[in-house]
């Protein structure tokens, strides 16, 4: 008798029909998303990655084409960010909400100036001041989160 699953199993794989159940969904990002993760968590995930190769790859010039990746990474995710709406806005009297969006947005166009001066140094072969600009970028995300974030 032949082996009547295999062959149902491998012309379900051939078309494309996973036989499993999905375990989560996924991001555009590739990463799993959880229940409670917005959008805009996703981004700020993706951005904390980044800084993370950064603190290395900007200490050595020959890790350049790293840190330009990773420069490139962040500032997309800073870019879709920019254009989203922190969970804090819906408690924001109704009123005051739309000058809170608008002060979120104009911060994220100063992390992504940081972000594009740290870009512009690593290009010009200047990693001190490619270091300092970091410095500067990170420094945004304590009052960036006590202002826009729920734990502050
Ligand atoms: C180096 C800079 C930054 C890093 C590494 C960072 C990282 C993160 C992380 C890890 C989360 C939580 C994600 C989760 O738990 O799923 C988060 C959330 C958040 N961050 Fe940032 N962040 C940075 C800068 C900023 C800046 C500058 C702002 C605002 C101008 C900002 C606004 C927010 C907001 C609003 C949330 C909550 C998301 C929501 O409301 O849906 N972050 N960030």
Same mark, same amino acid.
Request: glycine share 6%.
């Given at each position: +008798?032949?082996?009547?699953?295999?062959?149902?199993?491998?012309? =379900?794989?051939? !078309?494309?029909?996973?036989?499993?159940?999905?375990?989560? !969904?996924?991001?555009?990002?590739?990463?799993? *998303?959880?229940?409670?993760?917005?959008? @805009?968590?996703?981004?700020?995930?993706?951005? %904390?990655?980044? *800084?993370?190769?950064?603190?290395?790859?900007?200490?050595?010039?020959?890790?350049?084409?790293?840190? @330009?990746?990773?420069? #490139?990474?962040?500032?997309?995710?800073?870019?879709?960010? %920019? @254009?989203?709406?922190?969970?804090?806005?819906? =408690?924001?009297?109704?009123?005051?909400?739309?000058?809170? *969006?608008?002060?979120?947005?104009?911060? +994220? *166009?100063?992390?992504?100036?940081?972000?594009?001066?740290?870009?512009? #140094?690593?290009?010009?072969?200047?990693?001190?001041?490619?270091?300092? !600009?970091? %410095? =500067?970028?990170? =420094?945004?995300?304590?009052?960036? #989160?006590?202002?826009?974030?729920?734990?502050?």
């Amino acid at each position: +008798m032949k082996p009547i699953l295999p062959l149902f199993a491998i012309a =379900a794989l051939s !078309a494309g029909v996973s036989l499993l159940p999905r375990a989560s !969904a996924e991001s555009s990002l590739g990463a799993p *998303v959880l229940d409670d993760e917005s959008e @805009l968590d996703q981004r700020m995930l993706s951005i %904390k990655a980044q *800084v993370r190769t950064l603190r290395r790859s900007l200490r050595d010039a020959e890790k350049n084409p790293d840190s @330009l990746a990773a420069l #490139h990474a962040l500032q997309a995710a800073a870019l879709e960010a %920019k @254009l989203m709406t922190p969970r804090t806005a819906a =408690a924001v009297p109704e009123g005051e909400r739309a000058a809170f *969006v608008q002060a979120y947005r104009k911060d +994220m *166009v100063i992390f992504l100036e940081g972000a594009l001066a740290t870009e512009r #140094h690593v290009l010009e072969g200047d990693l001190e001041a490619a270091g300092e !600009a970091f %410095k =500067a970028l990170r =420094a945004l995300e304590d009052p960036g #989160h006590e202002r826009y974030t729920e734990d502050g």
